[in-house]
């Protein structure tokens, strides 16, 4: 009977040992992979890409529409900004409302931190934003007392667009930008899940 017992507690404390190695290897090519994605322009231009091909509105007619598959995920822009209100809320705290999709007045999501409220517009476009949208923003961010906005794409901002968002207090959120702040959103949630679970490593 001593001798069971004893094996047992050689099983599991030899399965114990080989949970916690896989667990740390596991760790290990997680976080190798994280920091080679911040580091990587390329990569992080690659993401921002799938992004906007998962978003995107596919037309009926389209022969190169993105079906989902079992590697594949395809949502509509609809959820485009719910995506994007929940990584601005992982990754800078506060709490986001996402918009209905009709009637929002051009307001996708509104975040409110403990600075106080942010209104953002989310577009996934492969071409670069003109300023209309940040135009939208700004008004909207006077009418309800908004102290700064979000103007966030897959794609990149045309030089005025840039130009006209100077000095608003409207941050241009360009698809590189969104994998940064997304990847940051991660991170935050991974410190969080060690700080209820501590020996997680």
Request: charged share 25%; aromatic share 10%.
């Amino acid at each position: 009977m001593l001798l069971v017992e004893i094996m047992i507690g050689v099983v599991l404390i030899t399965s114990w040992i080989h949970f916690q190695m896989l667990k740390r290897k596991n760790n290990y090519k997680t976080a190798l992979l994280a920091s080679h994605i911040d580091s990587s322009e390329e990569m992080k231009r690659t993401l921002a890409m799938g992004l906007y091909l998962r978003f995107r509105k596919e037309q009926e007619d389209n022969n190169n529409s993105i079906k989902a598959n079992s590697v594949f995920i395809k949502q509509d822009p609809f959820t485009f900004e719910s995506f994007v209100a929940e990584v601005f809320e992982k990754a800078r705290g506060g709490n986001t409302w996402v918009s209905p999709p009709t009637g929002d007045f051009g307001v996708d999501f509104e975040h409110d931190t403990k600075e106080g409220k942010y209104l953002g517009q989310v577009k996934c476009y492969k071409e670069d934003v003109p300023f209309g949208p940040i135009a939208v923003i700004h008004s909207n961010m006077i009418k309800q007392g908004a102290i700064g906005g979000y103007v966030v794409t897959t794609g990149s901002f045309t030089k005025y667009a840039r130009e006209y968002a100077e000095e608003l207090n409207i941050e241009l959120v360009d698809g590189v930008r969104l994998v940064e702040i997304w990847l940051a959103g991660l991170e935050n949630a991974e410190q969080e899940i060690k700080q209820v679970i501590p020996e997680y490593i």
